[in-house]
């Protein structure tokens, strides 16, 4: 029983995803796109119809010949869900409709040294007040998706790290979260969020790619076919903690060279502030909880043609471009996304960088040209990711609340 | 109309590889395995008996109430399938029945400085040769799997690379051997094949791990959830082009420090090759087709306790760990197996120090003990990997030769 309702979830998962982001399509280019009978399709579409999660909205009118086909799209309406991304430095909240277009969002602070309970409870009162704000009720809301940084146990909730301090390790994020806002929390990676935002939203002319996100760390996501990889214990692709040829730096993870110790943000930052002419003239402060502000305002200093903001972010960038060209070589592939905070004002310089080291030595350069592309919401798609994810996992076979099936009747 | 039918197959191919792996299960067995209903067991089994891939053997004893459970296995003499594995130093051919035996093998020269319409032409001979000695008719091989380093064009099977030399580049290998075979031949990759092979001989207590494969170069593979990972080209995980950290070596590739250039068998015989004393202890000749002859003299010397010999291997493994460190970290695996010829000997001192390298580095060591196994086929697990997919992607929908089914009316 529980693998029929497998099999059926995952056609249904995949007409919602299509129509998520295609808008509107009729039945038949569905089975077309899922490669299923058109009957199958029909019985999908009749079950997600009666669960008030799709509506017909009119005939195709290209049709040449016989009856026009009825085109089909999500009830935007049907449900709603929350992402919440945080780190050290920032706190990310979204909230989308069914349909996956954000109607509420909110940047704050990030977790600094506060701990986790404290953390937990400020989000739940954000999230209250940004639902309030944005007139969505409480029963509408199908979930949350709390993305952050890795290793995590997604499956129990917790974080399998000591990072930013000891009293996270294995502390019940989602389940405490999830008592506090009387909804089910589901945890996921940043990195993988990030591509799996960047996919639903379109905005690619691809489907298969991998993913680069710089918060105050480094992670890395797989996409392929339209799927985040995930391995054995579903943890991220640690990107970051690749050994650079050549690299030195001593990382949090106990090896040295790892691209994150020798060209993260955090790193950058350090090397800055390690001569205090240059601090001040970029106004770096140093603050443990400020690494993200500091490294855009390196930023911003290369953006106004300053030589050593433009070395050091040069160099950090051909360090992340050599850990790009590992991750290209072993996942086989041509197309890299660069993804959050870090890449808001500094993309464009990495992504130039990045571009001329895989050019030089990813394996795949005589076959096609790899493609580097900065993401379209580059500091808010790990939260809508977050928030895509619940509604994907969460959506079928949930009770639409009583009081919209009463006013479909109507 | 073909999406129906790629369910179909998906549904028939997990069945019959639940049978290969397990002998006999029931249909209750089988619906459990693979989650669907016992509805659409049945009917799939019934299909496959038709197509007289599967049939029954008796009753489960085990079954306390009710009517015994009808017993299934593979029809062993169904089909047949040849796998061939190529390499400079090294041909290995096996012939599998359709339960995955193998029935056949022979092991011969690689391909050497020979051309590829000559090799073509000597892998037909050898295979009609083989086929003759196995009382194997033509007619029930389904295919041939032909498995060769990457990169590859595995639809148009053909080699994307200058290896071994410049003849090979868009040689249109899987078609001048299909010609002369008068078979279907798919092209895989070895790394890809060898995991393909080690994951379906049963051998692995998971069903998700990463492989180092070292025939006279070095790949990789990724098994997740008993499915080998492909990205964007299908090409392999190319863990030999791994940069390492320190490496110096100028690679084929292009690039300099690569895994398989400072440790693979190559490199450990051109250091070798490069103390003519020791070359001389050790019996090295340096042949350009003899790297793995002259790798296997380096490992009986370190296996006799030489200890040059042991420094010289300890050192390429410890490279090695290293590019397994980056293959765990990356696809957040915790198993790692060793296949290929050049594990036939040093298999127990690399296995020693990938083991001691990733309990030292790996990202999820804190988490869970690395395991590293040296594989069960070591030599053949290519050729045989390559085998069980011709079995795997061509036997649903191949009509049983006529032959056999008239013997199956008496």
Redesign the interface.
């Known amino acids: 029983?529980?693998?029929?309702g497998?099999?059926r979830a995952t056609t249904a998962v995949r007409v919602l995803d299509l129509l998520r982001a295609n808008g509107t399509l009729s039945r038949v280019e569905l089975?077309?796109r899922?490669?299923?009978?058109p009957a199958?399709i029909t019985n999908a579409v009749r079950r997600l119809i009666d669960a008030g999660l799709v509506r017909e909205v009119g005939r195709d009118p290209q049709q040449g010949r016989g009856q026009p086909r009825r085109l089909l799209e999500l009830d935007a309406g049907a449900w709603y869900s929350v992402g919440i991304q945080i780190d050290r430095t920032t706190t990310t909240i979204v909230v989308v409709d069914f349909a996956g277009t954000r109607i509420a969002s909110a940047g704050l602070r990030g977790t600094g040294a506060v701990g986790p309970e404290s953390t937990v409870l400020a989000l739940a009162e954000h999230v209250g007040s940004l639902l309030r704000r944005a007139g969505v009720p409480r029963e509408r809301v199908l979930g949350v998706g709390l993305v952050t940084h890795g290793?995590q146990d997604r499956e129990r909730g917790v974080l399998?790290t000591a990072q930013p301090g000891p009293e996270w390790m294995e502390f019940p994020l989602t389940a405490s979260l999830s008592d506090l806002l009387g909804l089910p929390v589901l945890l996921e990676n940043d990195a993988d969020a990030a591509a799996f935002g960047e996919f639903w939203a379109g905005a690619l002319p691809t489907d298969?790619f991998g993913l680069v996100y710089m918060g105050s760390g480094i992670g890395?996501g797989v996409v392929?076919d339209g799927e985040v990889?995930?391995?054995?214990?579903?943890?991220?692709?640690?990107?970051g903690?690749?050994?650079?040829?050549?690299?030195e730096a001593p990382c949090v993870?106990?090896?040295?060279?790892c691209a994150q110790a020798e060209a993260g943000p955090q790193a950058v930052v350090a090397q800055v502030l390690a001569d205090s002419s240059l601090a001040e003239r970029f106004g770096v402060e140093g603050r443990p909880d400020g690494t993200l502000a500091d490294f855009d305002r390196i930023a911003r200093a290369w953006r106004s043609g300053d030589r050593e903001a433009t070395g050091l972010l040069e160099r950090s960038a051909r360090w992340i471009g050599?850990a790009a060209?590992?991750?290209v070589?072993?996942?086989?592939?041509?197309?890299v996304v660069l993804a959050g905070p870090a890449f808001v004002i500094a993309g464009p310089l990495y992504r130039e960088h990045i571009t001329a080291e895989l050019e030089r030595?990813a394996?795949?350069r005589?076959?096609h040209r790899p493609q580097v592309h900065v993401s379209s919401n580059v500091d808010i798609a790990a939260a809508t990711g977050g928030a895509l994810h619940v509604l994907r996992t969460l959506s079928v076979g949930a009770r639409v609340p009583r009081s919209r099936a009463e006013a479909d009747l109507n």
């Open positions: 029983m529980a693998g029929h497998l099999t089975a077309e899922v490669e299923l009978t199958t290793p399998l298969t890395g392929v990889y995930r391995g054995r214990a579903s943890n991220a692709v640690e990107i903690h690749v050994a650079l040829n050549g690299g993870c106990g090896n040295r060279g050599q060209v590992a991750l070589n072993l996942f086989d592939l041509d197309t030595s394996l795949s005589v076959l």
